[in-house]
Nanobody
Framework: QVQLVESGGGLVQPGGSLRLYCAAS????????VGWYRQAPGSQRELVAK???????ISAASVKGRFTISRGSAKNTINLQMNRLIPEDTAVYYC?????WGKGTLVTVTS
């Protein structure tokens, strides 16, 4: 059983930055693509960014140039650096690998 734990969410003003963290038990991050998804109230869950085992990052068009996914310095961690946040980025952000999801961390962008 794989456990994913997200952290780093919070309240931020438009134009601000946050860094999200995903930590996993086990060593799946080395072998499978890891993704960050988000779900806003009343909306479907959508892909934000993902990173392959070869460290190839892929970002959704809505966040390209603002968000960066990367492997953390600690083993089995994935980070999501979010810059120039806008109110439309408000959502619960989830970490995902294979069939596993974390419980999410809330990001709220508001003035």
């Amino acid at each position: 059983q794989v456990q994913l734990v997200e952290s780093g969410g919070g309240l931020v003003q438009p134009g601000g930055s946050l860094r999200l963290y995903c930590a996993a038990s086990g060593s799946l991050f080395s072998y499978y693509t890891v993704g960050w998804y988000r779900q806003a109230p009343g909306s479907q869950r959508e892909l934000v960014a993902k990173i392959t085992p070869e460290d190839l990052p892929i970002s959704a068009a809505s966040v390209k140039g603002r968000f960066t996914i990367s492997r953390g310095s600690a083993k089995n961690t994935i980070n999501l650096q979010m810059n120039r946040l806008i109110p439309e980025d408000t959502a619960v952000y989830y970490c995902h690998i294979r069939d596993y999801w974390g419980k999410g961390t809330l990001v709220t962008v508001t003035s």
